[in-house]
C-alpha cells in the first residue's frame, strides 16, 4: 500500500512541478497558493463576517469554525508525523527558493482552501464551481511549489470538507448561537 502512494506521488510531482513547468505557471502558482494561506483565508472570513448580509454574516462563521477545526487536525497531524517537505527530499525540483519551516503532510493551505470553499458551495451553491476551481488551483500550485507532495494535498483536501461537511450540517446550532453573541439579526 505504501508503494503505491509512493508511485502517485512520484509521478504527479514529476508532471506537476517539472513537465507542467513554465514561466507563465510560475507567475500564476506562486501567487494562487496565496489564497489557502492563512492571511488570506483570515481576512476573508472576517469580511464575510463583518461586511456582509445576515446569510453571508453566518456564513462566514461556519467558515470560521470549519476553518479551525481543520487546522487544528491539520497542524496536529504535522507535529505526529513530521514528513519533510519535496524540496528538502528531491534535488532536481523546481523549488522557487521557498525555505519553510514547518512539515508537509496534511497540506493546510488546501485544507483551509476546501474548508472555505465547501462552505461557501453549501450556502451558494451557483458559486460551487468556482470555488472548488480555486480551491483545486491551490492544491496543484502546493505540488507545482514543490512545497507539498500529492498525497499532501489529497488529505488536505479530505481535512478541508470533512469538517465543513460536519459543521452545516452538525453543528449549525452553535453557528446560529455564535452569531447571536456577535449580535447578528435574524430578522434582518
Wanted: proline content about 3%; hydrophobic content about 50%; aromatic content about 10%.
Amino acid at each position: 500500500m505504501n508503494n503505491i502512494f509512493k508511485k502517485f506521488d512520484d509521478f504527479l510531482i514529476e508532471l506537476i512541478n517539472i513537465r507542467m513547468s513554465h514561466r507563465y505557471l510560475d507567475a500564476l502558482m506562486y501567487r494562487a497558493t496565496n489564497l489557502g494561506g492563512a492571511l488570506f483565508s483570515t481576512v476573508l472570513v472576517i469580511f464575510l463576517i463583518l461586511i456582509g448580509s445576515t446569510n453571508t454574516k453566518l456564513m462566514g462563521i461556519e467558515s470560521l469554525v470549519a476553518l479551525c477545526i481543520s487546522q487544528t487536525i491539520v497542524h496536529s497531524l504535522k507535529l505526529i508525523l513530521s514528513r519533510e517537505r519535496p524540496y528538502k527530499i528531491f534535488e532536481h525540483l523546481n523549488t522557487f527558493g521557498i525555505n519553510m519551516k514547518d512539515y508537509s503532510f496534511p497540506s493546510g493551505h488546501t485544507a483551509a482552501s476546501f474548508s472555505i470553499a465547501t462552505t461557501i458551495a453549501l450556502n451558494i451553491p451557483r458559486l460551487t464551481i468556482i470555488v472548488f476551481t480555486v480551491a483545486i488551483i491551490v492544491g496543484i500550485s502546493r505540488i507545482y511549489l514543490a512545497v507539498h507532495f500529492p498525497t499532501d494535498v489529497a488529505a488536505g483536501i479530505i481535512l478541508g470538507t470533512i469538517p465543513a461537511l460536519i459543521v452545516h450540517y452538525q453543528l449549525i446550532g452553535l453557528i446560529y448561537r455564535l452569531g447571536k453573541i456577535i449580535g447578528i439579526d435574524f430578522l434582518g
